[in-house]
């Protein structure tokens, strides 16, 4: 273990000016705060808080930071508190302890709410201060070289995918590029033990093939460039860990032998021009691989990571990736963040600088995730990918993941334009919003005011913030479909009972609902969770509500039929988004014209029925979950989707014909399945978008009017 002196020593060695009291002082106050505690390992538990310090004097941080890593454990593990810590060491270390420390009393929750209050927690504290990260991954470097001494596989497992999934990719956003490779290489040795091995064994295998491959190349890059009148420029060869050979081979689909980059080469130079200069030389010398090559210095990404890369077919036709840079590139790379950070000059780098901006945004994400586990999802999105880089109408970079879409661009520029996106130009072109961006593409997006975000967005963006504006939108416009409906709900059955219905009289049953609000208790009466029964009984306890009709619906579904198709009694369901509170079924395929009937289902709100869809036998024996509902009389502007049911003569142009007819009596075609096919004929069934019941028949009179076709009708199933 570490000594005290030691630690001090190392501190002052690259800051003389270290305040060695505090640093004395919080060794002390750590060592007797954790006592006789073990660790799983045996070691003295004291053993660990120190060997995080020692870490990270590696990055040369200041006394702050040290202290934090030495009291880190101090509130979560021992009796100490948050004001033991400010009494002895101040604020500012007592808001850096408290960022690392976990929160305590989690027993009731998840393990996966666990992580998700945890890293929460995190992120909020070190989007004040970076540091309370830097503090946060030395611990789980530590705690995960000493992973093999907890006892549980399954714990070792989560803790391991844990740190694959959050805190690797945390450090690889702030470039602590050697912190972020060891975490991965220890994940995976725990996740995919047999993987790595064949990995490593490979990689001896090749080194046993050419001891001096490596050294050869180096020599023969540093000819090409001394010829090129770069001879200061220095050639490091360096191996890929067996985590990024892996990852590179499962995402690209591709076999080991076909990597080209498994032993990377890094130039580095003193200047920019160079950097160019050492790129033209290479080029010149030897034969690109197409598609390799990444310029990262005129679009550094997201973590401040600057470099050339390419990758060529190199002395001995091997196929080597060539890293080129500057020194304080290399620094940066190596190091990130801890590599520029200066406590002393006060500099805000969680504000400053395009690098940072994905913390602010993850906090964005916070605000509008409706619960810790959400959250933990979409920050996942967020932080776990690959990038593109497209461009602006006016020439600014947005990175976004591998496989975003025009909608994830939107809400990278600003969540007001993904809220009113309606469509998209890449290169000049509209395109779907579900289309796929490559890098270099230049995106324009069009908005409309009018416009608001599409539940089915969710299915194909990728990032975390667009995902978190698209739900937060769909609750938000969910609750208000669910109260407008319950309260129509309520109203109606007040009315056919002729009682008095107002928002005075349900104040006064909130507390039997425990609701605090006559918001709260439509929505739960809209979502299909409180039954309007229960509300009516409670409102006039001395009275009961009209028997529901008779078993299997008899009665009621009599009196449905013989209904007009919009009655004025009835529930106009005009106004309410489908996918919302309202649902059309997929059994039917109800469309205005059609008499209709609605069916509660629970946390769902309604879904619409036509009266003789044989399902509603499904709800007979729960007469009190139907609804009269009715088309609204007023014009109607959407469109429904209808299904029908073709025989079509197997001869030329049938199918054209079928398709031509749909669209000169404007109907629009959204699916089409072949059910059966023979020699003579094809069986198909067409959902088409129609306006109403007169528009759908037109279609299929039309469609009847041809000899190629058979026989056709709607069709219920």
């Known amino acids: 273990m570490i000594r005290q002196f030691e630690l001090v020593e190392r501190v002052k060695s690259y800051d003389p000016d270290a305040n060695e009291d505090l640093l004395n002082r919080a060794y002390v106050f750590a060592m007797k705060a954790h006592g006789s505690q073990k660790r799983a390992s045996g070691d003295p538990y004291f053993s660990h808080p120190v060997e995080v310090a020692y870490m990270l004097t590696e990055f040369k941080l200041d006394t702050a930071s040290i202290a934090t890593a030495l009291l880190h454990d101090t509130v979560e ?3 100490a508190t948050l004001e033991d810590i400010e009494k002895y060491f101040g604020k500012e270390i007592r808001g850096l302890v408290d960022g690392v420390t976990k929160l305590s009393r989690l027993e009731t929750k998840s393990e996966n709410a666990k992580q998700a209050e945890n890293f929460r927690k995190l992120l909020v504290a070190m989007s004040e201060d970076l540091r309370v990260l830097m ?7 530590h705690n995960m070289r000493t992973l093999g001494y907890i006892k549980t596989p399954e714990k070792r497992q989560r803790i391991a995918r844990e740190t694959l999934e959050i805190y690797a990719t945390l450090a690889e956003r702030i470039g602590m590029r050697k912190i972020k490779e060891e975490l991965q290489d220890l994940a995976f040795a725990e996740l995919y033990p047999e993987a790595r091995e064949s990995i490593i064994n490979r990689l001896e295998y090749l080194r046993e093939q050419d001891k001096a491959a490596v050294e050869k190349t180096e020599a023969h890059l540093r000819k090409t460039l001394t010829e090129a009148d770069l001879s200061h420029a220095a050639v490091l060869g360096r191996e890929k860990r067996p985590y990024s050979i892996w990852k590179k081979m499962e995402m690209k689909n591709i076999s080991f032998e076909q990597l080209s980059d498994i032993i990377a080469f890094r130039v580095i130079v003193d200047t920019v021009p160079e950097c160019y200069q050492v790129l033209g030389a290479i080029h010149a010398a030897y034969h690109t691989i197409p598609g390799h090559f990444k310029d990262y210095i005129s679009t550094p990404k997201n973590n401040g990571y600057k470099s050339l890369h390419t990758a060529v077919i190199g002395p001995g036709q091997q196929r080597i990736e060539v890293q080129i840079r500057t020194q304080e590139m290399h620094e940066i790379a190596e190091y990130g963040v801890a590599a520029h950070w200066s406590y002393k000059q006060r500099r805000d780098y969680n504000k400053d600088g395009k690098q940072y901006r994905w913390i602010r945004e993850l906090l964005d994400i916070l605000e509008r995730s409706s619960n810790p586990e959400e959250f933990l999802e979409h920050t996942k999105l967020e932080m776990y990918h690959d990038q593109v880089f ?7 970079i947005i990175a976004l993941p591998r496989a975003a879409t025009p909608v994830d661009f939107a809400y990278a520029v600003h969540s007001g ?3 009113t996106c309606v ?9 779907p919003l579900r289309t796929q961006l490559k890098n270099g593409d230049q995106v324009e997006i069009i908005t409309s005011k009018a416009q608001t975000p599409s539940p089915t967005w969710e299915r194909f963006v990728v990032t975390g913030k667009a995902r978190s504006e698209i739900r937060k939108f769909v609750r938000t416009q969910q609750r208000t479909e669910y109260m407008n409906l319950g309260k129509a709900i309520l109203s109606k059955t007040f009315k056919q009972e002729n009682q008095e219905f107002s928002d005075k009289l349900l104040e006064g049953v909130l507390a039997h609902f425990n609701k605090k609000t006559i918001d709260d208790l439509y929505a739960e009466v809209g979502e299909g969770l409180i039954n309007r029964t229960q509300v009516f009984e409670a409102v006039y306890p001395d009275l009961k509500l009209s028997p529901t009709p008779g078993k299997k619906g008899g009665s009621l579904l009599s009196r449905l039929r013989k209904k007009p198709a919009s009655a004025g009694s009835a529930i106009p369901i005009k106004g309410l988004i489908p996918g919302m509170a309202l649902h059309f079924a997929g059994c039917c395929h109800p469309i205005p014209g059609d008499k209709i009937v609605g069916i509660v289902t629970t946390g769902k709100g309604i879904t619409i029925h036509t009266t003789s869809c044989e399902t ?13 509902v009715a088309w609204d009389t007023g014009t109607q502007t959407a469109t429904h989707v209808a299904r029908i049911k073709a025989t079509v003569s197997h001869e030329t142009g049938g199918l054209a014909t079928v398709t031509n007819i749909i669209a000169k009596d404007l109907g629009n075609i959204t699916n089409l399945k072949i059910l059966n096919r023979s020699t ?8 088409i978008e129609v306006k109403d019941t007169r528009h759908l028949n037109t279609i299929i009179a039309s469609l009847r009017g041809k000899e190629v076709i058979q026989s056709v009708e709607r069709y219920y199933g």
């Open 616 to 628: 509603l036998e499904n709800f007979s024996e729960t007469p009190e979950r139907w609804i009269d």
């Open 77 to 79: 593990d021992t009796e």
């Open 423 to 431: 469509g998209a130009k890449v290169n000049g072109r509209i395109v």
């Open 135 to 141: 503090v946060k991954l030395a611990d789980r470097l």
């Open 417 to 419: 334009v993904g809220d």
């Open 680 to 687: 003579d004929f094809f069986e198909m069934l067409l959902d």
């Open 390 to 396: 497209c461009f602006t109408p006016k020439g600014d």
